[in-house]
């Protein structure tokens, strides 16, 4: 199946998940002119974070006025919400940066909290509910006492009592030492909108345990180089790197039992992130670097998965050269999860049908489901 055999509520969702270009303006209001199952696709934007893109799409080519007032009214009040939300959240990204300047500690702006500011059209149309950083390991106490510093607690945060449990030391040991990052850094605000800030801090790229691919987070912050963002100076990755972050992001994220058990897998988002970056550099990236260091790292399959997706998503954005080169012999691990597992499953429905229906959920093989039940058992008692 291809986006255009899709029905009219999917192609207007992953048309407006990112910013839509001219020459695509003839479609955007052909499909509004469809009788559309509102409901359908507003729920879709929802859930995949792309309701305030597609607000924003239509305010562009002065669509807006042919919606239902209410719904123009809830587009317009989720904008104002996550411009207060997003709003303080970067301000709180603007302290945390100045005080890892004063530390002289170089962490990389990963993600939402980057995207928001250097991709997206403006700061409510990225949806992201922490700030991400990447650090090597050896930076891991300087990196705690500058957040406890600045109010930040290591711990739980319980939605019911909006109360922060600090975590125990052997919690954290076991957080550091079996995931990607570390025990998350809690601060409870004032904020309507925002009452936690929570700061995640990766020092790994990819995932732990049997994760075939190793990318040394020394080696991506060596390479990291300055960014302004909010008027101070932080760090990101540099473009090929990045590109290498989200698609090992992406990658994981889509086919690891963690996240597709929690419905968290195929969100457009996360696809509509790498697409959008890549047209807003698309000048600036070298891409024989980028080649070269994927081979590196022998990452040419998590790669792929994400150029193969995004083009089948939202048309071409990676040169076909660059695509072609990195293509495997064997494509069937596009339709696989579970691969932590020594034996992955495969899906029993396309691509387009698990990233749009959730009851995909349902399908997963219970082998699978049972061993992480397991797994999750074993780690957590």
């Known amino acids: 199946m291809n986006r255009e055999q899709l029905s009219p509520e999917r192609q207007l969702v992953l048309l407006t998940a990112v910013e839509v270009e001219e020459p695509q303006r003839e479609k955007l209001e052909s499909l509004l002119g469809e009788r559309l199952e509102w409901g359908e696709a507003v ?8 309701l305030n893109m597609f607000g924003y799409n239509l305010k562009k080519y002065g669509l807006f006025d042919k919606l239902e007032q209410e719904l123009k009214r809830l587009i317009n009040m989720q904008w104002a919400v996550f411009r207060e939300r997003n709003g ?13 300047d004063r530390e002289k500690v170089v962490l990389a702006v990963l993600k939402g909290n980057l995207l928001a500011h250097l991709v997206y059209p403006s700061i409510e149309t990225r949806v992201f509910n922490d700030l991400d950083f990447l650090m090597q390991l050896g930076d891991v106490n300087k990196v705690t006492e500058t957040l406890e510093a600045l109010g930040y607690v290591q711990g739980h ?43 995640d801090v990766n020092h790994d790229i990819l995932w732990r345990g049997n994760c075939p691919y190793k990318v040394p987070t020394e080696e991506l912050i060596s390479r990291a180089v300055p960014v302004e963002i909010g008027g101070v100076k932080g760090y990101r990755l540099d473009h090929a790197d990045n590109i290498i972050q989200l698609s090992c992001h992406l990658f994981k994220e889509a086919t690891l039992m963690v996240w597709i058990t929690s419905l968290k897998d195929l969100k457009i988002y996360k696809f509509a992130d790498l697409h959008m970056y890549i047209r807003k550099f698309a000048d600036e990236i070298d891409w024989k670097t980028l080649l070269e260091r994927i081979r590196k790292y022998g990452l040419e399959k998590v790669v792929y998965y994400n150029f193969h997706y995004i083009a089948m998503m939202f048309g071409e954005s990676v040169p076909a050269d660059i695509v072609e080169q990195l293509k495997p012999d064997d494509l069937s691990y596009l339709d696989q999860y579970a691969i932590e597992n020594e034996t992955p499953s495969t899906w029993e429905f396309d691509f387009f049908t698990r990233l749009f229906d959730v009851n995909r959920i349902l399908s ?13 058992q074993a780690k957590f008692g």
């Open 364 to 376: 997963i093989d219970e082998s699978q489901a049972a061993g992480f039940r397991r797994f999750v």
């Open 157 to 199: 945060f319980d939605e019911n009592t909006l109360e922060i449990t600090p975590a125990t030391r052997k919690a954290k040991l076991v957080q550091q030492m079996t995931t990607h990052e570390i025990q998350e850094f809690l601060l409870r605000t004032d904020n309507l909108f925002a009452p936690l800030v929570e700061v």
């Open 43 to 50: 729920y879709q934007m929802i859930t995949h974070r792309s």
């Open 88 to 100: 303080h959240y970067s301000r709180r990204l603007v302290e945390v940066l100045e005080a890892l």
